[in-house]
Every structure is written in structure tokens, then in C-alpha cells.
């Protein structure tokens, strides 16, 4: 079923749920792809391939709200399927706050193409597929004379779907995704088994990196975790690398989110104008990135996405507010979801911040931990390097950050150049002033 074929089908359900009591409707369909292969230690360990077509459903009845799904697309199945959807829906309690968007919300969506999509997809072939994961777990498994297990996976992705709601809005997308994967476990010389591992991820197959970029980056990465061991406690200036940065500066998400504020959970809540961060941070969400992991012309309410400064020079600008709780928080709607997250950056590589550091912690990886939304506060598990006088004095692990969001943002004092396009929050390296770590 074509993209044409599924607006059609899409109008009809609208139609048939409108006619059987429905208010207003919002209908999604979709259909997508999937394949992976995988290689562990000189053997092909999975080969998955799924295909998968569902139709989203939500009827809004008489102030009451409900939310079906099916994967028979068959019409004379999905009467049966909207007559049922409707008459649920009645026993439901009524919730005035459950409405699709009002149409102005739609309008200004911008015509333009994101470059999400590989024309080439369906030249792909199997063997190609099968090559790629074996030769990144071969490179991955021979690299090293400490290299003890090796995993290689290649995997790829299309899918498309429509979107059309009864009052006016209708909406396609198409998107291809394709990853290379390798995870590395050394012997450490005593009796340790550390691990490590690179991707990339891409909307176009001939943009991926060679199965030896990938590899020999995660042989890199773990031969530095010989020798980890722990530190004592104290205070530490603290760089995160770019590809781990998004853990602590995402974790506002839930805080400056409508559910949060309208249900009173949010550290956030009444800070928009006031300083929440180092001014030197500033966060804009851009939807309109090519080839963004997050971009979109339009949000999962079909309003139309826009580009938005979120942090300015440490000052919070706006929330992320959906239709739903705009309306229960009575202010307008600006997208409950982030797109691509983008922050300023700094003049100095990585490898410069290092080596002006006097002394402090190199974070290359989070090891579990939470956040509490409410307060702020914090504690994760970190593993990395101990530097001196810009120098690798050891690997560190079995250690720990703590300390509150609202806090550790104003000790922001360095952002890289260095910004990771391989996630939709783009951010470079941090520096931090210190930072409490827990360790012996």
C-alpha cells in the first residue's frame, strides 16, 4: 500500500468514525521494515527481518478520549473495528481537555525536504547486509591481541506513514535508517573484561563509515579502560565527551515538559525568564536539520514544528507543551516533544580541553543512575579518566556524580567544538567546575 493508497484509506476511516458518533478522529497509518544481522566472535548470530502495517485510531466522543490500534487494514474488518473503537469510547469519563488541535496549529508547515530518505533503499542487498556486520566483527575480533569477544551488527530501516485528522490536517512522512554497530570485550591482564563499543547511525546508506573506522574506534575506546580503578571522593572539574553529554542536559526534558508543570513535578515550573544555567549555554530546538535524527515538519499532533531558542545564555525562554496540557495549564501549545537539540559551541577540540585541565575527571560513559524531576538532584554512575596537568593519569570506574540539575548547569564553564550529529541532541563536550565525586 502506497502512500496515496493509505490517505485514502485514511479519509474513509475518518468518514466511517464520524458517521458511527465519533466528534472528531485522528487517524495514523503505517508500515515499515526492519532488518538486522549480526556476527559474534566469527559466527552469524541473528539474521531478523519484520514488516509491519498498523492503523492508529483516537476518537474524540462527547468530551471523552480513547485510543485504538489494529494491523488489519481490511475494510470490512475495520467497520467492525471503528464501531467498537466509538462505543467504548462512550463508557469512558468525560475529559474536556481532550481535543485535537485547533487547525491555526497546522498551518505555516514548512515545504521542505529533511534528505531523510535513501532512493537507493531497495538497491540494498542481502549480501551487502551480511558482509558489513561480518566484516565489522572480523576488524573488531583481529585488531587487538587483547581483544577476547567481538560482536559486529548491521541494521536498516524504512518506513512511511499518513496522518489525517477530521478537522483538516493531513500529513505524510517517509524515513530510511541505517546503522553499523561493534562491541569489544579485552583481558585486561587481571582478570578484568571491560567493554566498549562504537555506531553511527544514518538516513543514507553511503554515508556510513567503513567497517574499520567503526571497529578500530571501539578497540580504541576499550583499550583505555585497562587499569580502571577507583579514586578517592572529592570535588572535580568534569568533562563529559559529546556522545555521553546528552544524559545530564536531557534530563530536563520531563522538568520543563506540560505534564510535569501542570501536575506540579517540575523544577522548572515558573522559571521561564529567570537563569537556570551558565550563561554560556544556549539550547534551540531545530526541526529543519537534513538528515537530523529529529527532524520533522510537523509533531505528533500534526501542529506544525518550528524552530525555537529553548535556553538563552543560561536563561530558560519556553516549556514543551502539547495540546492536551496547554489546555488544562490554559496557555498556548508550543510541541510537547523536543526535535533536534542544539547547542552553542565552544572554540577548543576535546582533546585541547584535556590538556588544559589541571586536574579532573574525563566522563566517557554513564553506568545507571536517576534524576528526580521534581527537585533536581541527581546521581549517576560514570566511567572514565583521572587527568593531571592535562595528562591520562588512569582509567576510573565504580564511581559517582551527585548533586542537583539546577546547580551543575551553573558550573557549566567550557562547550566544545565538537557537537555529536550521530543523536537529535547535538551537543559537544562539557566542562564542568567542581563536580562531587564519590568513589573509596
Known amino acids: 500500500m502506497n502512500n496515496k493508497e493509505k490517505l485514502d484509506l485514511a479519509h474513509w476511516v475518518v468518514a466511517e468514525s464520524k458517521k458511527t458518533g465519533a466528534n472528531d478522529v485522528s487517524v495514523n497509518i503505517s508500515n515499515s521494515r526492519d532488518i538486522s544481522v549480526s556476527f559474534l566472535d566469527s559466527k552469524l548470530d541473528q539474521l531478523n527481518e519484520s514488516t509491519q502495517n498498523s492503523l492508529s485510531l483516537n476518537i474524540y466522543a462527547n468530551n471523552r478520549f480513547s485510543g485504538h490500534t489494529t494491523n488489519d487494514l481490511r475494510r470490512e474488518s475495520l467497520k467492525s473495528f471503528i464501531q467498537k473503537a466509538v462505543s467504548m469510547t462512550g463508557y469512558l469519563s468525560e475529559d474536556p481537555h481532550r481535543r485535537l488541535p485547533d487547525p491555526k496549529y497546522y498551518a505555516g508547515r514548512k515545504d521542505i525536504d529533511l534528505k531523510l530518505v535513501d532512493s537507493h533503499y531497495d538497491s540494498i542487498k542481502a549480501e551487502q547486509r551480511v558482509e558489513l556486520a561480518k566484516e565489522l566483527e572480523a576488524i573488531g575480533r583481529t585488531g587487538d591481541s587483547k581483544v577476547v569477544s567481538c560482536s559486529g551488527e548491521y541494521g536498516d530501516t524504512y518506513s512511511e506513514s499518513v496522518k489525517v485528522h477530521s478537522n483538516g490536517f493531513e500529513g505524510e512522512r517517509q524515513v530510511t535508517v541505517f546503522y553499523v554497530y561493534t562491541e569489544v570485550t579485552i583481558d585486561d591482564g587481571n582478570g578484568g573484561r571491560p567493554q566498549d563499543y562504537d555506531y553511527i547511525v544514518s538516513n543514507h546508506f553511503n554515508k556510513l563509515p567503513s567497517p574499520k573506522q567503526i571497529s578500530e574506534n571501539a578497540i580504541k575506546r576499550v583499550l583505555r579502560k585497562i587499569g580502571q580503578k577507583k579514586i578517592a571522593s572529592g ?169 542537583n540539575l539546577g546547580e551543575i548547569l551553573n558550573q557549566l564553564v567550557e562547550l566544545g567544538n565538537d557537537p555529536y550529529i550521530n543523536s537529535s541532541w547535538r551537543l559537544p563536550s562539557l566542562k564542568f567546575e567542581g563536580v562531587d565525586f564519590s568513589g573509596v
Open 235 to 403: 570535588k572535580f572539574d568534569m568533562i563529559i565527551e559529546n556522545r555521553r553529554a546528552s544524559r545530564l542536559i536531557a534530563a530536563l526534558a520531563g522538568p520543563w515538559g506540560g505534564r510535569a508543570l501542570q501536575q506540579r513535578t517540575s523544577f522548572l515550573e515558573g522559571k521561564v525568564g529567570e537563569k537556570i544555567a551558565s550563561e554560556k549555554l544556549t539550547l534551540v530546538d531545530n526541526p529543519f536539520i537534513p538528515e537530523g535524527r529529529g527532524s520533522r515538519l510537523y509533531d505528533g499532533e500534526g501542529m506544525a514544528t518550528k524552530k525555537r531558542l529553548i535556553i538563552d545564555k543560561g536563561v530558560l525562554k519556553q516549556y514543551f507543551i502539547n495540546n492536551y496540557y496547554a489546555s488544562k495549564l490554559e496557555v498556548e501549545p508550543t510541541g510537547g516533544s523536543t526535535t533536534n537539540i542544539i547547542a552553542n559551541q565552544g572554540d577548543r577540540s576535546l582533546d585541547e580541553m584535556v590538556k588544559s585541565m589541571k586536574k579532573g575527571i574525563l566522563v566517557t560513559d554513564f553506568l545507571g543512575g536517576n534524576s528526580n524531576g521534581t527537585t533536581g538532584d541527581f546521581s549517576y554512575g560514570i566511567v572514565g579518566q583521572l587527568i593531571e596537568d592535562g595528562k591520562v593519569v588512569h582509567p576510573v570506574n565504580e564511581m559517582n556524580i551527585s548533586g
